[in-house]
Nanobody, 115 residues
Framework: QVQLVESGGGLVQAGGSLGLSCTAS????????MGWYRQAPGKQRELVAS???????SYADSVKGRFTISRDIAKNTVYLQMNSLKPEDTAVYSC?????????WGQGTQVTVSS
């Protein structure tokens, strides 16, 4: 099992930056994929960014060039650095860890971007 604890959400003005952290209860070294989804009220859940065990990254088109996913294996932590935030980035951001056969989820953290 993997427990995921997120931190770093909050309120920021448009154009600002926020960083999210997702710390796992065990080593993330051999977790297939970790990343972040987000869901805004009335909208479908969206995959924001992912990071494979080999270090490959993937981003939603809507955040490319603004968001960066990274990890610190020694700290069992994945990060999402969000720059140039827009009001449409407002959502609950949830960290996930995909193993075989189970995907684990964090509790979610609110990010609100004011215009």
């Amino acid at each position: 099992q993997v427990q995921l604890v997120e931190s770093g959400g909050g309120l920021v003005q448009a154009g600002g930056s926020l960083g999210l952290s997702c710390t796992a209860s065990r080593s993330i070294f051999n977790i297939n994929t970790m990343g972040w989804y987000r869901q805004a009220p009335g909208k479908q859940r969206e995959l924001v960014a992912s990071l494979s065990s080999g270090g490959s990254t993937s981003y939603a088109d809507s955040v490319k060039g603004r968001f960066t996913i990274s990890r610190d294996i020694a700290k069992n932590t994945v990060y999402l650095q969000m720059n140039s935030l827009k009001p449409e980035d407002t959502a609950v951001y949830s960290c996930y860890a995909r193993t075989i056969p189970t995907t684990y989820w964090g509790q979610g953290t609110q990010v609100t971007v004011s215009s």
